[in-house]
């Protein structure tokens, strides 16, 4: 059974940056497509960014595209989410995501396609 744990959650101020860090064990996890989904206090879960097995595709929803990358060490079985410039909307729980499926062709970004969650790390924004 695929196992996900975040890190690298915390309190910044506006402007600032964090990197979080998902490990992954109990899969082969450079077949799998990863992806990060945030959930705001009193919102729904949304997608943030994903990347393909491979590395060579990434998609980021429009609110991060530009200031947030996800990228991936497969030798670490580690997914990352590096976060510049930071907002105070982008406060929320975030979590790691494997897909259901191995080596998947093309990006996916919805939540029903993704079949291992880890526990989320909380990221804080200040004004």
């Known amino acids: 059974q695929v196992q996900l744990v975040e890190s690298g959650g915390g309190l910044v101020q506006a402007g600032g940056s964090l990197t979080l860090s998902c490990v992954v064990s109990?899969?082969?996890?450079?077949?799998?497509?990863m992806g990060w989904f945030r959930q705001a206090s009193g919102k729904e879960r949304e997608f943030v960014a994903a990347i393909t097995w491979s590395g060579s595709s990434t998609h980021y929803a429009d609110a991060v595209k530009g200031r947030f990358t996800i990228s991936r060490d497969n030798a670490k079985n580690t997914v990352y989410l590096q976060m510049n410039s930071l907002k105070p909307e982008d406060t929320a729980v975030y979590y790691c995501?494997?897909?259901?499926?191995?080596?998947?062709?093309?990006?996916?970004?919805?939540?029903?396609?993704?079949?291992?969650w880890g526990q989320g790390t909380q990221v804080t924004v200040s004004s």
């Open positions: 109990g899969g082969t996890f450079s077949a799998y497509s």
């Open positions: 995501a494997a897909d259901r499926t191995k080596h998947t062709l093309v990006v996916i970004t919805f939540e029903a396609d993704f079949g291992s």
